[in-house]
């Protein structure tokens, strides 16, 4: 998969894993396994731009004697989601008119 399309979409996919609530690392890369790897090393990376884009905010909280950051959501990152909805459309037509030729045999 080209590179850029793919970083968009991870991008995307954990702005949506922390839309409905914060939430940490670990659990971040839990619940995006069913439908997508993410090694911690990415994800760790995403989530520093997504910070630097202002798509989310990080707050320290002790768990365990250890501190653990938590991601929420911010206004642009919601835009970021809806934005990627509205162009999901226009990537479902070009699938389609790639796969064409694919359904007519």
């Known amino acids: 998969m080209d590179i850029q399309?793919?970083?968009?979409?991870?991008d995307v996919c954990v702005l949506a894993a922390i839309k409905n609530e914060d939430?940490?690392?670990?659990?971040i890369i839990k619940d995006m396994k069913p439908y997508v790897e993410l090694s911690?090393?990415?994800?760790?990376?995403?989530?520093?731009?997504l910070e630097l884009a202002q798509m989310l905010?990080?707050?320290?909280?002790?768990?365990?004697g250890r501190?653990?950051?938590?991601?929420?959501i911010t206004q642009a990152g919601l835009r970021r989601i809806e934005e990627?909805?509205?162009?999901?459309?226009?990537?479902?037509l070009?699938?389609?008119?790639v796969t064409k030729e694919?359904?007519?045999e």
């Open 5 to 10: 399309l793919k970083r968009g979409l991870l």
């Open 23 to 27: 939430s940490y690392g670990y659990q």
């Open 40 to 49: 911690e090393s990415t994800l760790y990376t995403i989530l520093k731009r």
């Open 57 to 64: 905010t990080v707050r320290s909280v002790e768990h365990g």
């Open 67 to 72: 501190l653990r950051k938590y991601y929420r």
């Open 84 to 92: 990627f909805r509205e162009e999901w459309q226009e990537i479902v």
């Open 94 to 97: 070009i699938y389609q008119f």
């Open 102 to 104: 694919d359904r007519n």
